[in-house]
């Protein structure tokens, strides 16, 4: 009885000095310090100076130590100053998401010797990042990821060995990655961490052999990424996930389709463990030079390797009895080692029945050497490009086993023998042999049997004899391009020729004669032969060196007549107006078509620009049309502003993000693309300077007038509706004030009269909430199917707009709506934030490793509204809500800026407390502080349990007699009685009588 009875008091201590917390003074002092520092902190910081006792928002505390800061997406702006290194309990710092926090990162963060979180993703911190950090032994994860950090990755990060997650993606970030030497520590150090996130930087130099080993963890590495992509035509990928040493990995941008690649500039991370790794946009389009590590070969689940775009030299690594090699890789689906400096032959031993590659693209560097015959035996393949080496000899015979591809190029080479035989490669719609040395033969069969095709290209081919009449009627081919041949006779094309075909180029052959079919009225180019030496001929059209070809499309501007537009401006095609647009060029990597002239297609290209962007109709510009040097579509792009001569800031941003962040989806036939935007000038220049004229200046003033006879208006209603308010509320109310003496003295609540309301004008006070009983089946299967993981209601998460964006990432939009209400209170958002930034949530596996950019959120009250009443023009609120058993209930809520008063508000729950009824649940304990600022904490649990405390201990009813039970216990205790500590009286008669209570007054102090 004894011990319950000190427990009791314990808790009665506790309630007696709520509020009353103590956070140490030099941790006071830095949150203080950083609240100087900041612009829209939370409305909570600051209203104390106890940020523990009474909680400033995304503060917790361990006793009287801060030990976690999490303020993510809360849209603080400032700088992180160097007193946060004074937090020294400091366990969680998530500062994530707050796009206007800048500045350099302090070296002083090194002193936070507990922090195992450091999350700054998504800011704008600058500067290098501080070698300081190595001295966070008990860092796990850490996220630097989307701001502006510039210089060289700190070796000293080698030393976190507790590390999980690094990532440092998206910055400035310069320099080589560091491995360790006899004195420094080095990234190779890291042998537990399961991510290596450095891409989107501009990192160079070798990627070191000593970087990895057998010991490593990793499962994602991504070192480097500049973003670009370029693909042409879709093939499915598989959607199977990685096994990892049992671990079950997925690839993190799983796109349902793939493209034909015609030039790569992607990169492509890989996820590494020492015999499995998936490498996927990672290495490409940077500075890397040396050799291609030997070691890569050990990655068995590899996936996608792209080294392209780089200044890699030296021969491709193949195994042998003591090391690894590329032939390894069997399950590798792509080799991208375009425009390197690679040379020696390529290895026979390098390829193998058991591979499953689908694209090797070696174009554009230096191999020599013949083409290995062990290429045939990769049926997967459907992408081979070897063009722009020094390989030479035959073509291997056994090439037409490569029945899946679509597009070969093997054009300047030194290759000798006969032609390829192509026959049976049906699925081929481009192929490029130019510029070889081929012994000189007649056209092959396959020029008129293979149907897919919509490009031939044998330019100095070595072909002859008369041309096959067959080849113009292929249901698909667009161009024909077989100049500085030998072919002779007549040009006969009176049969059917393909309604798709635009060009056709025999310039430099010994062609003599021609017979053309009426229905081809496109481009035909017969310069430099014989007949075109004729005199009744040579005048004709196809004899021309420069001939008139049919222009490519461009927007019309023909109902604009003759406006001409200065010289930084361009003439709006919707309103014939001259205005400043937002320019660039868009390049397409894949388009299905090659005719420039097809105004339908680029007409459609024009309204799903204006559609997708939010323009005005007609409002686009396309100009310039051409297939550039890597034989990808480009154009100029111009759109206008739908109001003015000007795009504003948020709309340029807009715009510009749309187009860069592949949202805008271009129609199918165009392909994947990439736009490179023109600098843009806003109104006034670069200055800012603008010209206002006279009659904006008086119109300007005259509406500062009006605005301000407006205002006095207002203020003048107010204070007359205030005191019709006050009078109103005198004669309406039901209740006098909470104390008989007008007074908050603890008295019970006196009542003016009784009032009775009827059933009618309760229905009609609220909504008829009996309504909403026909959603009760709704609410149950929402409780019953909980949301574990973020704590949510079920079915209150909405996914939109699913694409793989411009880095190959699967990307959505994620709505998570409240369980209760229309809004999320500051703390759920602060604990979804976290969950999300720290990667605590763990999406299903299929879905990979993520990340979570939040948008701005506003932090309303709860609100589930279904009827109104009270006083004034802010009335109470009546809401619905569920209690923890399901029984759905009405919840009546203070409103601010009501005319009900706050003693007005606490009468009427007397009242009710008094009134038992079965449409009535039982009222529990209102925590004061819970009323006055209507946030929960702890302490508000801890109030509720004291009342109960405190009606056993004196066996009283918390109001009883019109006296407040915590009340009157605050005013009887007296320092000066020993033994009751001034309690005497209030304690349970029965409880006092047992006689001497040892320890009461030390328990109650």
Same mark, same amino acid.
């Given at each position: 009885?004894?011990?319950?009875?000190?427990?009791?008091?314990?808790?009665?201590?506790?309630?007696?000095?709520?509020?009353?917390?103590?956070?140490?003074?030099?941790?006071?002092?830095?949150?203080?310090?950083?609240?100087?520092?900041?612009?829209?902190?939370?409305?909570?910081?600051?209203?104390?100076?106890?940020?523990?006792?009474?909680?400033?928002?995304?503060?917790?505390?361990?006793?009287?130590?801060?030990?976690?800061?999490?303020?993510?997406?809360?849209?603080?702006?400032?700088?992180?100053?160097?007193?946060?290194?004074?937090?020294?309990?400091?366990?969680?710092?998530?500062?994530?998401?707050?796009?206007?926090?800048?500045?350099?990162?302090?070296?002083?963060?090194?002193?936070?010797?507990?922090?195992?979180?450091?999350?700054?993703?998504?800011?704008?911190?600058?500067?290098?990042?501080?070698?300081?950090?190595?001295?966070?032994?008990?860092?796990?994860?850490?996220?630097?990821?989307?701001?502006?950090?510039?210089?060289?990755?700190?070796?000293?990060?080698?030393?976190?060995?507790?590390?999980?997650?690094?990532?440092?993606?998206?910055?400035?970030?310069?320099?080589?990655?560091?491995?360790?030497?006899?004195?420094?520590?080095?990234?190779?150090?890291?042998?537990?961490?399961?991510?290596?996130?450095?891409?989107?930087?501009?990192?160079?130099?070798?990627?070191?052999?000593?970087?990895?080993?057998?010991?490593?963890?990793?499962?994602?590495?991504?070192?480097?990424?500049?973003?670009?992509?370029?693909?042409?035509?879709?093939?499915?990928?598989?959607?199977?996930?990685?096994?990892?040493?049992?671990?079950?990995?997925?690839?993190?941008?799983?796109?349902?389709?793939?493209?034909?690649?015609?030039?790569?500039?992607?990169?492509?991370?890989?996820?590494?463990?020492?015999?499995?790794?998936?490498?996927?946009?990672?290495?490409? @389009?940077?500075? $890397?030079? #040396?050799? &291609? !590590?030997? *070691? %890569?070969?050990?990655?068995?689940? /590899?996936?996608? =390797?792209? +080294?392209?775009?780089?200044?890699?030299?030296?021969?491709?690594?193949?195994?042998?009895?003591?090391?690894?090699?590329?032939?390894?890789?069997?399950?590798?689906?792509?080799?991208?080692?375009?425009?390197?400096?690679?040379?020696?032959?390529?290895?026979?031993?390098?390829?193998?029945?058991?591979?499953?590659?689908?694209?090797?693209?070696?174009? @554009?560097?230096? $191999?020599? #050497?013949? &083409? !290995?015959? *062990? %290429?045939?035996?990769?049926?997967? /393949?459907?992408? =081979?490009? +070897?063009?722009?080496?020094?390989?030479?000899?035959?073509?291997?015979?056994?090439?037409?086993?490569?029945?899946?591809?679509?597009?070969?190029?093997?054009?300047?080479?030194?290759?000798?023998?006969?032609?390829?035989?192509?026959?049976?490669?049906?699925?081929?719609?481009?192929?490029?042999?130019?510029?070889?040395?081929?012994?000189?033969?007649?056209?092959?069969?396959?020029?008129?049997? &293979?149907?897919?095709?919509?490009?031939?290209?044998?330019?100095?081919?070595? =072909?002859?004899?008369?041309?096959?009449?067959?080849?113009?009627?292929?249901?698909?081919?667009?161009?024909?391009?077989?100049?500085?041949?030998?072919?002779?006779?007549?040009?006969?094309?009176?049969?059917?020729?393909?309604?798709?075909?635009?060009?056709?180029?025999?310039?430099?052959?010994?062609?003599?004669?021609?017979?053309?079919?009426?229905?081809?009225?496109?481009?035909?180019?017969?310069?430099?032969?014989?007949?075109?030496?004729?005199?009744?001929?040579?005048?004709?059209?196809?004899?021309?060196?420069?001939?008139?070809?049919?222009?490519?499309?461009?927007?019309?501007?023909?109902?604009?007549?003759?406006?001409?537009?200065?010289?930084?401006?361009?003439?709006?095609?919707?309103?014939?107006?001259?205005?400043?647009?937002?320019?660039?060029?868009?390049?397409?990597?894949?388009?299905?078509?090659?005719?420039?002239?097809?105004?339908?297609?680029?007409?459609?290209?024009?309204?799903?620009?204006?559609?997708?962007?939010?323009?005005?109709?007609?409002?686009?510009?396309?100009?310039?049309?051409?297939?550039?040097?890597?034989?990808?579509?480009?154009?100029?792009?111009?759109?206008?502003?739908?109001?003015?001569?000007?795009?504003?800031?948020?709309?340029?941003?807009?715009?510009?993000?749309?187009?860069?962040?592949?949202?805008?989806?271009?129609?199918?036939?165009?392909?994947?693309?990439?736009?490179?935007?023109?600098?843009?000038?806003?109104?006034?220049?670069?200055?800012?300077?603008?010209?206002?004229?006279?009659?904006?200046?008086?119109?300007?003033?005259?509406?500062?007038?009006?605005?301000?006879?407006?205002?006095?208006?207002?203020?003048?209603?107010?204070?007359?509706?205030?005191?019709?308010?006050?009078?109103?509320?005198?004669?309406?109310?039901?209740?006098?004030?909470?104390?008989?003496?007008?007074?908050?003295?603890?008295?019970?609540?006196?009542?003016?009269?009784?009032?009775?309301?009827?059933?009618?004008?309760?229905?009609?006070?609220?909504?008829?909430?009996?309504?909403?009983?026909?959603?009760?089946?709704?609410?149950?299967?929402?409780?019953?199917?909980?949301?574990?993981?973020?704590?949510?209601?079920?079915?209150?998460?909405?996914?939109?707009?699913?694409?793989?964006?411009?880095?190959?990432?699967?990307?959505?939009?994620?709505?998570?709506?409240?369980?209760?209400?229309?809004?999320?209170?500051?703390?759920?958002?602060?604990?979804?934030?976290?969950?999300?930034?720290?990667?605590?949530?763990?999406?299903?596996?299929?879905?990979?490793?993520?990340?979570?950019?939040?948008?701005?959120?506003?932090?309303?009250?709860?609100?589930?509204?279904?009827?109104?009443?009270?006083?004034?023009?802010?009335?109470?609120?009546?809401?619905?809500?569920?209690?923890?058993?399901?029984?759905?209930?009405?919840?009546?809520?203070?409103?601010?800026?009501?005319?009900?008063?706050?003693?007005?508000?606490?009468?009427?729950?007397?009242?009710?407390?008094?009134?038992?009824?079965?449409?009535?649940?039982?009222?529990?304990?209102?925590?004061?502080?819970?009323?006055?600022?209507?946030?929960?904490?702890?302490?508000?649990?801890?109030?509720?349990?004291?009342?109960?405390?405190?009606?056993?201990?004196?066996?009283?009813?918390?109001?009883?007699?019109?006296?407040?039970?915590?009340?009157?216990?605050?005013?009887?205790?007296?320092?000066?009685?020993?033994?009751?500590?001034?309690?005497?009286?209030?304690?349970?008669?029965?409880?006092?009588?047992?006689?001497?209570?040892?320890?009461?007054?030390?328990?109650?102090?």
């Amino acid at each position: 009885m004894k011990i319950g009875f000190s427990a009791l008091l314990v808790i009665l201590t506790g309630l007696l000095h709520l509020g009353s917390g103590d956070t140490d003074p030099n941790d006071a002092a830095v949150l203080r310090s950083m609240l100087n520092q900041w612009e829209n902190a939370p409305p909570t910081w600051g209203q104390s100076d106890d940020p523990c006792g009474t909680p400033w928002e995304g503060v917790t505390c361990d006793s009287t130590r801060v030990t976690a800061l999490r303020l993510s997406t809360m849209g603080i702006k400032g700088t992180l100053n160097g007193d946060v290194g004074q937090l020294t309990q400091l366990q969680s710092l998530d500062l994530s998401y707050n796009g206007g926090l800048s500045g350099q990162l302090s070296a002083s963060i090194g002193n936070l010797k507990q922090l195992t979180t450091f999350i700054l993703a998504g800011c704008s911190f600058s500067g290098s990042i501080p070698q300081e950090l190595g001295n966070l032994k008990l860092l796990s994860f850490l996220a630097l990821n989307s701001n502006k950090f510039s210089g060289r990755i700190p070796a000293s990060l080698g030393l976190l060995s507790n590390l999980y997650w690094l990532d440092l993606a998206d910055n400035q970030l310069t320099g080589s990655l560091p491995v360790s030497t006899n004195s420094t520590p080095g990234l190779d150090l890291l042998v537990g961490t399961k991510h290596f996130h450095f891409n989107k930087n501009q990192l160079s130099g070798e990627i070191p052999e000593q970087l990895f080993s057998s010991q490593m963890t990793l499962i994602h590495m991504r070192p480097v990424d500049d973003g670009h992509q370029r693909y042409i035509k879709r093939r499915r990928r598989p959607a199977h996930p990685i096994a990892v040493s049992g671990l079950v990995i997925q690839r993190r941008s799983q796109r349902s389709t793939l493209c034909k690649y015609r030039k790569s500039e992607a990169a492509y991370h890989f996820i590494i463990n020492r015999e499995s790794i998936e490498i996927s946009r990672a290495l490409n @389009s940077n500075k $890397f030079s #040396g050799r &291609i !590590p030997a *070691s %890569l070969g050990l990655l068995s689940n /590899l996936y996608w =390797l792209d +080294l392209a775009d780089n200044q890699l030299t030296g021969s491709l690594p193949v195994s042998t009895n003591s090391t690894p090699g590329l032939d390894l890789l069997v399950g590798t689906k792509h080799f991208h080692f375009n425009k390197n400096q690679l040379s020696g032959e390529i290895p026979e031993q390098l390829f193998s029945s058991q591979m499953t590659l689908i694209h090797i693209l070696f174009d @554009s560097n230096q $191999f020599t #050497g013949s &083409i !290995p015959t *062990s %290429l045939g035996l990769v049926k997967s /393949l459907e992408v =081979l490009r +070897l063009d722009n080496n020094n390989l030479g000899g035959v073509v291997p015979s056994n090439i037409n086993n490569l029945t899946s591809i679509n597009e070969l190029n093997l054009a300047n080479n030194e290759l000798t023998g006969s032609l390829p035989d192509l026959t049976g490669m049906n699925n081929l719609n481009y192929v490029d042999l130019s510029n070889n040395s081929f012994s000189p033969s007649e056209a092959p069969g396959w020029f008129t049997t &293979i149907e897919s095709l919509t490009a031939l290209v044998i330019e100095s081919g070595g =072909l002859l004899g008369q041309i096959p009449e067959g080849l113009f009627s292929l249901p698909q081919l667009q161009q024909v391009l077989l100049d500085n041949n030998q072919f002779n006779g007549t040009l006969n094309m009176s049969s059917i020729v393909g309604s798709q075909l635009q060009l056709v180029s025999f310039t430099n052959n010994s062609i003599t004669g021609i017979v053309s079919a009426s229905s081809y009225s496109n481009t035909l180019m017969l310069y430099g032969n014989p007949v075109c030496n004729s005199s009744p001929v040579n005048t004709a059209v196809y004899c021309l060196l420069q001939q008139q070809q049919k222009k490519p499309y461009t927007t019309s501007l023909s109902t604009c007549g003759s406006i001409s537009c200065p010289q930084d401006q361009k003439l709006d095609p919707r309103s014939c107006s001259c205005a400043h647009p937002y320019q660039g060029s868009m390049v397409f990597r894949a388009p299905y078509f090659r005719d420039l002239t097809n105004t339908t297609l680029f007409q459609q290209l024009e309204k799903s620009l204006w559609t997708n962007l939010s323009l005005a109709p007609s409002s686009v510009y396309i100009s310039d049309l051409h297939f550039n040097s890597d034989n990808y579509l480009e154009l100029n792009l111009a759109l206008f502003p739908s109001n003015g001569m000007y795009f504003n800031r948020s709309e340029v941003l807009r715009i510009g993000f749309d187009l860069s962040n592949q949202t805008y989806k271009p129609p199918t036939i165009f392909g994947p693309y990439y736009f490179l935007a023109f600098p843009y000038t806003f109104s006034g220049g670069t200055s800012g300077k603008t010209t206002i004229s006279t009659g904006v200046i008086a119109g300007i003033a005259a509406g500062c007038i009006v605005l301000v006879i407006g205002l006095v208006c207002v203020v003048i209603y107010a204070l007359l509706q205030k005191k019709k308010a006050k009078r109103a509320s005198i004669q309406s109310t039901p209740f006098a004030t909470w104390g008989s003496g007008g007074k908050d003295d603890g008295s019970a609540p006196q009542l003016k009269g009784t009032r009775w309301f009827p059933f009618d004008e309760i229905k009609k006070c609220t909504n008829n909430s009996t309504a909403e009983k026909a959603n009760y089946n709704q609410f149950k299967h929402m409780r019953e199917e909980s949301v574990a993981n973020l704590s949510i209601a079920p079915s209150s998460v909405y996914i939109s707009d699913l694409h793989f964006n411009s880095d190959n990432y699967l990307e959505l939009n994620l709505a998570l709506f409240p369980s209760n209400g229309m809004y999320f209170n500051r703390s759920e958002v602060l604990r979804i934030g976290f969950d999300l930034s720290n990667q605590t949530y763990k999406p299903p596996t299929i879905f990979g490793p993520y990340y979570f950019l939040a948008f701005p959120i506003h932090l309303l009250r709860w609100a589930n509204e279904i009827g109104s009443g009270g006083y004034g023009k802010v009335p109470q609120l009546v809401y619905r809500g569920i209690l923890s058993s399901g029984q759905m209930v009405a919840i009546k809520r203070a409103q601010q800026r009501s005319m009900q008063g706050a003693l007005e508000f606490k009468t009427e729950i007397e009242l009710l407390s008094r009134v038992h009824h079965k449409n009535l649940v039982d009222l529990g304990y209102l925590d004061p502080e819970y009323y006055m600022t209507q946030q929960l904490s702890e302490k508000s649990d801890a109030y509720s349990f004291g009342v109960v405390m405190l009606e056993l201990i004196s066996a009283r009813q918390p109001i009883e007699k019109g006296k407040y039970i915590v009340r009157e216990v605050r005013m009887a205790i007296n320092d000066y009685d020993e033994e009751w500590y001034g309690l005497k009286e209030i304690v349970d008669p029965a409880m006092r009588n047992t006689g001497n209570l040892k320890g009461f007054r030390r328990f109650v102090s």
